[in-house]
């Protein structure tokens, strides 16, 4: 689960949204500061971007880099401190910017937030380092005494609010190790280099670190462990709100586990800060004391100003770990005697957990956080013990429900026992099918959810209504509870009613009058500044996916991408499925190639050498968009530019010998394997085949068998199986070079990699890491044998439906993590469309450069 698509659901109920975007005006929880409403003071100029707000006077010369001051601040206390740093720095035209809103403040310093930023309130730029030191020392005297967070990522300047770290003033932009495009500063060369921005201070080696700054960098190397009577051994998770980890008692040699609070940090809902939260939890659990299902507490004591709670170290596993263990879905065809004895193993377990919850009520005490995370089952699943209870608080006061995991919120009318009632409810379908991350989307899916867990488990119906009845207690539809008929518009199978039904989504999600995007997507369209054109999560893909499955053109919204593209800005990625590269040949495809030719010039002019080899980001995909564009175009230019890219990835370590770091389609070596494979077809160079077959012969060495000899891609701590990054995207590349070769490993591995496509169950729908990509490979695949059957390919298109909810009475998607709808084409509807698609409409239909049926015939033999 990635906590960090949390803060996109507040601003809009259905999609997700930049946490700026929530409203400002009147007295709603995104309310402005008062400073943040005055206009610009004579002779300065005012600009928002995102979360931040900035003056700056116009004839400010600022360096390109160097020391700037950050300034925290706590909910209570914020407007204070921003109104005397404005009125600092406005007099002596120094540059400033600030978080505008308590609600973006909130989210900045929330629990999940992102640690490198948190606590970063207001930013400071001086003209050097000697007006640096001055402005420090002055706004540390003039905001003595005001609490606020520590700001991981800097140097602590006293013990107020004042920070400094080195780093860049500009938005400038260079590539990192991976190719990743990243915020730069210039090294001692004057060479750009990525400006590190960790949760922890870091100078980089050519910066010597003024004088003034000597006293506080001693005051903090001085802080240490030293002095606590606990040796840590090693972290277990880290938030925004501190550590937990697991170390000894070195008085006793006893396992325990160390909770850190950090004061003013990891904010819940109420507002309620880290430290607070674990006076909470020690409470509560000192009040539990003595109870089998929760832990004992064991100590408390303060290092630094960090609060740190001991307590009993639980033997056992999550209840999460279970699923790959134990899930009978993640196997094509489980039989009855699997799926009975599960349904008899999660029945006791929900038994087990309903009655540690029964216990602790019983104790004035409501859990308030219960979900598969935060229950421990012993390793002989006799029992079950009870984590993490700083959200807890006593029955008698009735509170609402302040953190929750996004598959267990409980609807904003529970309180008190009702909460972990809710989440009880949420765990029996949960168990079966931990898909009730939907219910922040719809609670109307319960009922949906339960029919498919009914036709699937030997499990009592009445023990479903009764979760289903809870779970949609109140809802605002007014409808009965159990619905056990219609929910969807259509099935995702019923083509091409299936596609019009999606089509018809898409369009009227749509918003024209915005910048950033016009169709709702994955969070990613809000990190970079094509973020919304782009083709994985922005427009570009989802008009290929309409045009590609027969729904028509749609001038209003390539309308909107030619406006937006039009004059692209500093740090615009230039690949394929993330920037200008996968826009130009979108726009090409649609019929507007001067505007494709713009963006290619712009591609062209560009410096290529940082880039990585990968298929998403990177050169593989640059190559084959040029390659394309050459073909459609006739310019002999970009085909020469298309083999330069392939010799860019030939010579890349991790693309020619070396290890990648990551595998798969769109970030591995088969996404360089389909460049030189797609090259070899324009040339007939035999030694671009040879290089295709050793991109995908590194990948294959990243993968593993598992049950039934199914082949997935090695994450270490997972396997994967999907079209992006796992096992299904490497198999689309090897049935493409065995149209060309023969490689015994090769057709034993396509088969192998079908086998991994036949799994009932797959966390999300997505094209790219869901069940849609399954439904693309076997539509595509050249294999033969179990698996390719077209009662294979029916049973994953069904399995579509589980994730499906309705938008507007029309067939959409949820996208990644599964709180909000998605219309993009990585993650969400436009993605399912295209897969429906390939699998369904009678026309070919394909992923770019992946022809549905692989070109010529095949030299070696079909597995």
């Avoid at 001051?69 to 400033?96: M, T």
């Avoid at 501190?242 to 170390?247: A, E, L, Q, S, T």
């Avoid at 931990?434 to 959810?449: I, Q």
């Amino acid at each position: 689960m990635n906590k960090g698509y949390a803060v996109f659901c507040d601003a809009d109920r259905q999609f997700y949204d930049a946490p700026h975007r929530l409203a400002e005006d009147g007295d709603g929880p995104g309310r402005t500061y008062e400073a943040a409403r005055r206009e610009a003071p004579a002779g300065w100029q005012r600009h928002r971007k995102g979360d931040w707000l900035a003056y700056r006077p116009l004839d400010a010369r600022l360096p390109s880099q160097g020391w700037k001051i950050h300034v925290s601040a706590g909910l209570e206390n914020a407007e204070k401190v921003l109104a005397q740093v404005w009125d600092y720095c406005v007099p002596r035209d120094i540059a400033f910017k600030f978080v505008p809103s308590r609600y973006l403040l909130h989210t900045r310093n929330a629990k999940y937030a992102d640690r490198s930023a948190s606590g970063k309130f207001i930013t400071v730029y001086p003209a050097d380092d000697a007006q640096c030191g001055a402005i420090a020392e002055d706004l540390d005297a003039l905001l003595a005494g005001e609490p606020g967070p520590y700001i991981l990522s800097d140097l602590r300047w006293g013990a107020g609010p004042v920070f400094l770290r080195y780093g860049s003033f500009t938005e400038r932009h260079c590539r990192d190790e991976q190719g990743e495009l990243r915020p730069a500063v210039e090294d001692a060369s004057g060479r750009l280099v990525p400006d590190v921005r960790g949760p922890s201070f870091h100078v980089p080696r050519w910066v010597t670190p003024p004088d003034f700054l000597r006293p506080h960098l001693e005051a903090r190397a001085a802080t240490t462990t030293d002095g606590i009577p606990y040796t840590i051994e090693r972290a277990l998770h880290f938030s925004n709100g501190g550590g937990v980890y697991v170390g000894r008692d070195d008085r006793t040699g006893r396992r325990v586990v160390l909770k850190e609070g950090r004061p003013y940090a990891g904010l819940a809902a109420d507002g309620a800060d880290a430290v607070t939260r674990l006076e909470r939890e020690k409470e509560a659990l000192e009040r539990l004391s003595g109870l089998a299902c929760t832990p004992e507490v064991l100590d408390w004591f303060t290092l630094g100003d960090h609060r740190f709670l001991v307590l009993e170290y639980i033997e056992g596993r999550p209840l999460n770990s279970f699923f790959a263990r134990r899930h009978p879905l993640i196997e094509e065809d489980p039989g009855e005697r699997a799926l009975a004895a599960y349904t008899e193993w999660a029945l006791r377990v929900h038994r087990l957990v309903e009655d540690a919850v029964a216990q602790v009520h019983e104790r004035g005490v409501v859990f308030n956080d219960l979900h598969l995370f935060n229950i421990m089952v012993a390793e002989d699943e006799s029992s079950v013990v009870l984590l993490d209870f700083e959200a807890a608080a006593p029955s008698a006061e009735g509170r609402r429900q302040v953190i929750a995991n996004p598959g267990f919120v409980a609807p904003a009318d529970r309180r008190g026992v009702d909460v972990d009632r809710y989440a009880l409810a949420c765990l029996r379908l949960a168990l079966f099918l931990p898909l009730t991350s939907l219910f922040a989307v719809d609670r109307a899916k319960a009922a949906h959810l339960a029919d498919i867990v009914a036709a699937n488990f030997p499990v009592d119906r009445a023990f479903l209504d009764e979760a289903v009845e809870e779970i949609t207690r109140g809802h605002p539809s007014g409808e009965p509870a159990v619905v056990r008929s219609d929910y969807l518009p259509v099935e995702p199978g019923d083509w091409p009613r299936s596609r019009d039904s999606m089509a018809e989504a898409v369009r009227a999600s749509a918003r024209f009058d915005r910048e950033d995007r016009c169709l709702p997507g994955d969070i990613a369209q809000f990190a970079t500044p094509v973020g919304g054109s782009c083709f994985a999560y922005g427009a570009a893909g989802v008009l290929y996916a309409l045009a590609e499955t027969g729904c028509g053109r749609w001038p209003e919204a390539e309308d909107w991408l030619l406006r937006t593209v039009r004059r692209p800005t500093s740090g615009t990625p230039l690949g394929f499925y993330d920037g200008l590269a996968g826009v130009a040949w979108t726009l090409d495809r649609l019929g507007h190639r001067a505007a494709a030719m713009d963006l290619v010039d712009v591609v062209l002019s560009e410096d290529w050498t940082g880039m990585g080899p990968d298929l998403h980001s990177g050169l593989a995909g640059l190559g084959l968009a040029l390659d394309a564009l050459a073909e459609s175009t006739g310019e002999s230019s970009l085909r020469d530019a298309a083999l330069r890219c392939g010799r860019l990835v030939a010579r890349r370590p991790d693309a020619a010998g070396g290890t990648t770091r990551r595998a798969g389609l769109l970030h591995g070596a088969s996404g360089a394997a389909l460049l030189h494979l797609r090259l070899y077809e324009r040339t007939g160079d035999p030694s671009l085949l040879g290089l295709a077959a050793d991109g995908l012969h590194r990948d294959l060495d990243r993968c593993v068998r598992g049950a039934g000899g199914a082949l997935q891609v090695d994450e270490g701590r997972r396997t994967m199986p999907y079209l992006g990054a796992g096992s299904a995207g490497i198999g689309m590349v090897l049935d493409d070079w065995l149209v060309h070769g023969h490689d015994e490993r090769f057709t034993r591995a396509r088969q192998e990699i079908v086998r991994a496509a036949q799994a009932k169950f797959y966390a999300q729908p997505g094209l790219f890491r869901g069940a849609a990509g399954m439904v693309l490979h076997l539509s595509r695949t050249a294999a033969t044998g179990p698996g390719t059957a077209p009662a294979d390919l029916a049973r994953q298109i069904g399995v579509l439906s589980w994730h499906a909810v309705p938008y507007e009475g029309r067939l959409a998607f949820p996208g990644e993590q599964m709180m909000r709808l998605s219309m993009d084409l990585s993650t969400g509807t436009a993605g399912c469309l295209l897969a429906l698609g390939a699998a369904l409409d009678e026309a070919p239909v394909q992923l770019p450069f992946l022809p549905l049926v692989p070109p010529g015939r095949s030299t070696g033999p079909q597995s």
